[in-house]
């Protein structure tokens, strides 16, 4: 499970590099500097949350059962927060209204929440052990 976790996180860092690039340069000349601050904020978050796997993927102090939900908690999360935003921040873009899907946002925001609440559950689990 840890070379998985922190395959995804430098899949997730990779993207997120390859996209922040994308927003900076190509985005920067047809998106309005708001929509632009949109997408580098899904860029920000996907990039957080890609070193997040890579921190958790190391630790050896985490249970495997809850790396394996912080990991789907996180993946789940990103392309719900991420994917969201970047949709939406490129909305004027196509011709599809990616508005109706702008309620998944707060739910990827939520599931990264989360992550971040299980890791503390289980430090402070751990903590109460010793």
């Known amino acids: 499970m840890d070379r998985k976790i922190i395959s995804t996180g430098a899949v997730l860092g990779m993207i997120a590099i390859i996209l922040g690039a994308f927003g900076a340069h190509a985005l920067k000349k047809v998106l309005p500097m708001e929509q632009l601050a949109t997408f580098e904020t899904g860029v920000r978050y996907q990039m957080y949350h890609a070193l997040f796997l890579l921190f958790i993927g190391l630790m050896k102090d985490i249970p495997q059962k809850a790396k394996k939900a912080i990991y789907f908690l996180v993946l789940f ?7 969201s935003i970047y949709l939406l921040a490129t909305n004027n873009l196509t011709s599809f209204d990616f508005k109706i899907i702008g309620f998944v946002t707060p739910i990827g925001g939520l599931l ?4 971040w609440g299980v890791l503390l559950m289980n430090i402070m689990n751990k903590k109460s052990q010793n």
């Open 77 to 83: 999360g990103v392309i719900l927060f991420s994917g």
């Open 112 to 115: 990264l929440i989360l992550a």
